[in-house]
């Protein structure tokens, strides 16, 4: 049973800083992708920013030069480094395992911006 496990939110101001963390477990023999997503009240679950298995990246464009995504293989880990935080990146974000076979999701961790 693959299990998927976010930490790392929480509250911060304007201007902040953050770093979320994923961790996969469970039978996984390859990787082929890990990301993150959020989701705002009321708003549907977008694209943050994604990394495969070769440290190929792709980031939505309301966060490129704020946040940075990484992996540690070892640690079946990947990692978003959030800064520069604005009102609009409140929401919760969850993280999705992608496996040859189908795709996975953690149960999601808040975060909130707010002066």
């Known amino acids: 049973q693959v299990q998927v496990v976010e930490s790392g939110g929480g509250l911060v101001q304007p201007g902040g800083s953050l770093r979320l963390s994923c961790t996969a477990s469970?039978?996984?023999?390859?990787?082929?992708?890990m990301g993150w997503y959020r989701q705002a009240p009321g708003k549907q679950r977008d694209l943050v920013a994604t990394i495969t298995s070769n440290d190929s990246t792709n980031y939505a464009d309301s966060v490129k030069g704020r946040f940075t995504i990484s992996r540690d293989n070892a640690k079946k880990t990947v990692y978003l480094q959030m800064n520069g935080l604005k009102l609009e990146d409140t929401g919760v974000y969850y993280c999705?395992?992608?496996?040859?076979?189908?795709?996975?999701w953690g149960q999601g961790t808040q975060v909130t911006v707010s002066s």
């Open positions: 469970g039978s996984i023999f390859s990787i082929r992708y």
């Open positions: 999705r395992l992608g496996l040859p076979t189908r795709n996975y």
